[in-house]
T-cell receptor, first 113, second 116 residues
Framework: GDSVTQMEGPVTLSEEAFLTINCTYT??????LFWYVQYPGEGLQLLLK?????DKGSNKGFEATYRKETTSFHLEKGSVQVSDSAVYFC????????????FGAGTRLFVKA | GAGVSQTPSNKVTEKGKYVELRCDPI?????LYWYRQSLGQGPEFLIY????????DSGLPNDRFFAVRPEGSVSTLKIQRTERGDSAVYLC??????????????FGEGSRLTVL
C-alpha cells in the first residue's frame, strides 16, 4: 500500500541555519504530496503542496519539489526562525488510494535563538 | 467559528465503556475524515465520508469502532468496549474535495481519549 517515510527527529538547529527534512514515498498511481505542520498547542495545518512531478510547493519561506524519479519531497528552508519550531508531517494522497491522505511519522524541529 | 470543531477535547473513561466523539466540519465541506494519532506518530487514517456515506472505512481497526454522518455534516465516531490501547488523540478533518486527491485537509484540534 501507499506509504510515506520521513527522517526521524528531533532536529535541533540554531536560528538562521539551513533546514532539510527528508521525505520519500511509495504510491501506486499519481499522488499529490503535502507538508503539514503542527505548532505547539495547535491543530495540523497545510504548509505546502505539489500535485504533479517537478512541481514546487512553497509557503512561509519553505519549499519542496516533487521528484518522481527519486520518489521524494524533501522540505527545505534557507534560514529558520525560532517560530518555525513545530512538528512537520509529510503526506500523500493518491487517486488509487481511495483519496485518503497518508501521513509520515512526523519530524520535530527545535530552533534555538 | 469557521474551523473544524471537535468535542470533547478530553475524555477519560474506564476500560470496557462506550465513547462517542463528535466532529462538526467546516460548513459546506462534503468530505470528512477521522484519524487517530498516538504519541510520537503521524495521523493514522480511520474512515472517510463523502456526504452521508462512508467512502472508505479501511482504517477502522476492528468492529468496536464505528462512525456515522447521518445528514452529511456532523459526524460521530463511536467506540464500544474501550481498551487501553484505544488511548490516543482522535482527529477530524474536512475538505471541499469531492473525490479528488489534491485538496487541503482542515483539521480540528482533536479529542484526547484516555482509557484507564
Amino acid at each position: 500500500g501507499d506509504s510515506v517515510t520521513q527522517m526521524e527527529g528531533p532536529v535541533t538547529l540554531s536560528e538562521e541555519a539551513f533546514l532539510t527534512i527528508n521525505c520519500t514515498y511509495t504510491a501506486t498511481g499519481y499522488p499529490s504530496l503535502f507538508w503539514y505542520v503542527q505548532y505547539p498547542g495547535e491543530g495540523l495545518q497545510l504548509l505546502l503542496k505539489a500535485t504533479k512531478a517537478d512541481d514546487k510547493g512553497s509557503n512561509k519561506g519553505f519549499e519542496a519539489t516533487y521528484r518522481k524519479e527519486t520518489t521524494s519531497f524533501h522540505l527545505e528552508k534557507g534560514s529558520v526562525q525560532v517560530s518555525d519550531s513545530a512538528v512537520y508531517f509529510c503526506a500523500l494522497s493518491s487517486n488509487t488510494g481511495g483519496f485518503k491522505t497518508i501521513f509520515g511519522a512526523g519530524t520535530r524541529l527545535f530552533v534555538k535563538a | 467559528g469557521a474551523g473544524v470543531s471537535q468535542t470533547p477535547s478530553n475524555k477519560v473513561t474506564e476500560k470496557g465503556k462506550y465513547v462517542e466523539l463528535r466532529c462538526d466540519p467546516i460548513s459546506g465541506h462534503t468530505a470528512l475524515y477521522w484519524y487517530r494519532q498516538s504519541l510520537g506518530q503521524g495521523p493514522e487514517f480511520l474512515i472517510y465520508f463523502q456526504g452521508t456515506g462512508a467512502a472508505d472505512d479501511s482504517g477502522l481497526p476492528n468492529d468496536r469502532f464505528f462512525a456515522v454522518r447521518p445528514e452529511g455534516s456532523v459526524s460521530t465516531l463511536k467506540i464500544q468496549r474501550t481498551e487501553r490501547g484505544d488511548s490516543a488523540v482522535y482527529l477530524c478533518a474536512s475538505s471541499t474535495t469531492s473525490g479528488g486527491n489534491t485538496g487541503e485537509l482542515f483539521f480540528g484540534e482533536g479529542s484526547r481519549l484516555t482509557v484507564l
